[in-house]
């Protein structure tokens, strides 16, 4: 639920920019708001994500076809880099949104002193902290 909140707040702050941009007969501003807003939401959403999987789904899946796993959480910057720069080939990574599973936010305060610093990347069973997306990519095309 926790990942919904930003963009459910971008979907009301632009309902009622537009609101008051509508009282004040200015429908096209009104409407360009919303729409921006909207987008806004859209991006910083879940659902710009591939669809998480548990932490030992992950680990399991990751030993089995040696695709890297990605522990990230909704309205993370850096995530959103890392998720965009991907590009389709993001889909053939493990994501596991930590907040959603304690066990993979258990396994990124581990690698991360204690902190929950996302994106984590694990390959081959080794964590890297906020990546270089072309490094991910690499990791991507060396893997099976």
Known sequence: MRGWILPMLLALCGSAVAAGLISANNGGAATAVLLLFL??????SPLVFPRSVSAPEAQRRSAVDG???V????????CMRLRI???RSARRLHWVDIWRDPAGAAVVRAANDGNETVPTVVVAGR??????PEWVRD???SSP
């Open 127 to 132: 964590p890297h902290t906020n990546p270089d």
């Open 67 to 69: 695709r890297p796993v």
């Open 71 to 78: 522990y990230w959480r909704p309205g993370c910057t850096y």
């Open 85 to 87: 720069r991907l590009g």
């Open 39 to 44: 987008v806004l939401a859209g991006v910083n």
């Open 139 to 141: 990791r991507i095309s």
